[in-house]
């Protein structure tokens, strides 16, 4: 079935669907199977030559890329200006571009990187392309997020948006949990704010991917052939879910939701995510940041 008869009747047979995080992994493969379904695959990355590698990976000319560094919210917010400049409409968002990182860094804006790449970076990129998604018929936002999130330690706000604290490899999970629970906030908060309009916000727990596993692990190469022999992690899955919320005609006019391929079915986020008072005070604290930073 192509692509455009999973949604309205009014969508384009060729609908624009912005990826990040397209470069590998999860990513690579949900624009892979969108531009097989007959859609135009918007992309970000690093390099010229990330984006050409991508390009001939995902397999289809009808891929389009602008560079930029999801560490520096000023690039996510020109990459975000571009493809609403060059785009008469966007009818898919899908934030996935993400990293765990293993120790603590900062970017060069000041921010913790986990936190800015996974969580002020697609904040920032989606409210740079609303404007293109509400000229949609019926436009979707998908944010990947992680049942990571349910060991995400003690949500500070606003201090965990900006502070960079020590910690070890071992001790990295909760951070990136903690991003991880951010992103649910944030979807749960945007999709109560578009209520009433063409634009819906779902995000999801896309299982254990073996596809980039622990980058910065000296052994993650070899523990990802292991895992793949052995059929655990399989990325298929969790790519497979992506693509569902961003074309599947189940989830029209459905919006806060946050699901797990674990089933395909819809579940709660970890407290205290799941408490709209906090959610509306991430949003305010986050629109407080990145506005004064721009």
């Not at 604290?165 to 990295?172: D, I, K, L, Q």
């Not at 109560?192 to 596993?213: E, I, K, M, Q, S």
Request: proline share 6%; hydrophobic share 40%.
């Amino acid at each position: 079935m192509g692509i455009g008869k999973l949604f309205r009747a009014e969508t384009p047979v060729e609908p624009t669907i912005v990826v990040t995080g397209a470069t590998s992994g999860l990513g690579r493969l949900a624009a892979g199977a969108l531009a097989r379904r007959g859609a135009r695959i918007v992309i970000s990355a690093r390099s010229p030559e990330k984006a050409e590698q991508a390009r001939h990976e995902i397999g289809t000319d009808r891929v389009d890329t602008f560079l930029g560094d999801f560490t520096r919210l000023d690039d996510v917010r020109r990459i975000g200006r571009e493809i609403a400049d060059r785009y008469d409409h966007i009818d898919v968002l899908v934030n996935n571009a993400g990293i765990h990182a293993f120790q603590p860094r900062t970017t060069p804006d000041g921010y913790p990187e986990m936190v800015a790449v996974n969580y002020l970076a697609p904040w920032v990129l989606t409210h740079a392309l609303l404007p293109a998604l509400r000229r949609a018929p019926a436009a979707r936002i998908v944010n990947v997020a992680s049942e990571a999130s349910r060991r995400h330690g003690t949500l500070r706000l606003p201090q965990d948006l900006t502070e960079t604290v020590p910690f070890s490899a071992r001790g990295s999970s909760a951070h990136y949990g903690k991003t991880k629970l951010l992103d649910i906030m944030f979807t749960m908060e945007l999709a109560r704010r578009l209520a009433g309009t063409t634009v819906t916000a779902n995000c999801l727990d896309p299982g254990f991917n073996t596809t980039g596993l622990g980058r910065e692990l000296r052994f993650a190469g070899a523990l990802e052939r292991v895992l793949t022999r052995l059929g655990i992690g399989d990325p298929a899955r969790g790519a497979g879910l992506i693509v569902a919320l961003a074309t599947d005609s189940r989830f029209i006019g459905r919006s806060g939701g946050y699901y797990t391929v674990r089933g395909t079915r819809q579940i709660q986020p970890a407290p205290p995510g799941n408490d709209p008072g906090l959610q509306a005070e991430l949003w305010h604290e986050t629109h407080r940041l990145v506005t004064a930073s721009a």
